[in-house]
């Protein structure tokens, strides 16, 4: 069964670090792409970043210079640096990874940016 756990969420201060964990069991995660996704209260659940299984990184354009997406292969992990961070930053941000076109989801971190 593939799972993926979340963690590292909190509250920061504006402009502050904070870096987040993704965990995936039950796959090796080597053949597979990973994403990064946020939802802001009332909002849609929004892409923020990508790394392929080749380890070629995609961003959306709010978090570029600002967010890194990283994969540890050996650990089955996927971290997300999140630097200079902004209040709209604020939101649940999940994992996921996509196997034979089923999406497998995280439960979320919380992760609110305010002063």
């Known amino acids: 069964q593939v799972q993926l756990v979340e963690s590292g969420g909190g509250l920061v201060q504006p402009g502050g670090s904070l870096r987040l964990s993704c965990a995936i069991s039950?796959?090796?995660?080597?053949?597979?792409?990973i994403g990064w996704f946020r939802q802001a209260p009332g909002e849609r659940r929004e892409f923020v970043a990508g790394?392929?299984?080749?380890?070629?990184?995609l961003y959306t354009d709010s978090v570029k210079g600002r967010f890194t997406i990283s994969r540890d292969n050996a650990r089955n992990t996927v971290s997300l640096q999140m630097n200079s961070r902004k209040p709209e930053d604020t939101g649940v941000y999940f994992c996921?990874?996509?196997?034979?076109?089923?999406?497998?989801w995280g439960r979320g971190t919380q992760v609110t940016v305010s002063s």
């Open positions: 996921k990874v996509q196997i034979r076109r089923a999406d497998y």
């Open positions: 039950g796959v090796t995660m080597d053949y597979y792409a």
């Open positions: 790394v392929s299984s080749a380890g070629v990184e």
